[in-house]
């Protein structure tokens, strides 16, 4: 099946700094979601993307719809020790079927006190 | 509290035996999934189903089995012709026209 390319596969990072990861596709999609999952656990929603070119926040969260609808970006500032997890972009393929998402295979992050 | 709820959290099997997966939610959500997820794979789709009665194979259906004999309920069978049956598994549904998913917390599966 269908994947998205998702990148940075890991990141180990300082407590304190920004972080971004992104995900790409050769299609188009008409929804972009980003997921954050804590170990041993199941992913939650963080934000979900609607629209070309959107920006949303949540908290210390943004996450970008991109322009050409093939790509979306995740940024975190300020990071914090319970930042630690992996984090999944998904999409909805324009016209896919059943609507079904498609997942990237994930970003774990690691931060250090 | 409306939720979706996987059930045990963890799982022994010894191998060759079939083993069955719960998945419980009271969201009234339309549509159910089953992922697979191992380390460095992300989520892999196993089964899905869009309403009661119907379900549809994902990326790696083989080994598996599932029903849909109500709503709320979409368990997994995870049977002895699956060769790699150790693995985290997810359920998540989806009410119609909305476009993320809801996860429950999982099922580690382990087969001795």
């Known amino acids: 099946g269908q994947q998205l390319n998702q990148s940075p596969q890991s990141m180990f990072i300082q407590e304190g700094e920004d972080v971004s990861m992104n995900c790409t596709s050769s299609s188009i999609f008409n929804t972009w979601l980003w997921y954050k999952q804590d170990p041993g656990e199941g992913p939650v929603l963080l934000i979900a993307l609607y629209k070309a070119g959107e920006l949303t926040s949540n908290g210390r969260l943004t996450a970008q719809f991109g322009i050409t609808r093939k790509d979306s970006f995740l940024n975190i500032s300020a990071s914090i020790p319970s930042d630690v997890g992996i984090y999944f972009c998904a999409g909805q393929l324009s016209g896919g079927s059943q609507g079904n998402l498609i997942f990237g295979k994930g970003t774990k992050l690691s931060v250090k006190p | 509290d409306g939720g979706i709820t996987q059930s045990p959290k963890y799982l022994f099997r010894k191998e060759g035996q079939n083993v069955t997966l719960s998945c419980e939610q009271n969201?009234?959500?339309?549509?159910m999934y089953w992922y697979r997820q191992d380390p460095g794979q992300g989520l892999r789709l196993i089964y899905y189903?869009?309403?009661?009665?119907?379900?549809q194979k994902g990326d790696i259906a083989e080994g598996y089995s599932v029903s849909r004999e109500k709503k709320e309920s979409f368990p997994l069978t995870v049977t002895s012709a699956q060769k790699n049956p150790t693995a985290f598994y997810l359920c998540?549904?989806?009410?119609?026209?909305?476009?993320?998913?809801?996860f429950g917390s999982g099922t580690r599966l382990t087969v001795v």
């Open positions: 969201l009234n959500h339309d549509a």
């Open positions: 998540a549904s989806r009410s119609a026209g909305a476009r993320g998913y809801t």
């Open positions: 189903s869009q309403i009661v009665n119907d379900f």
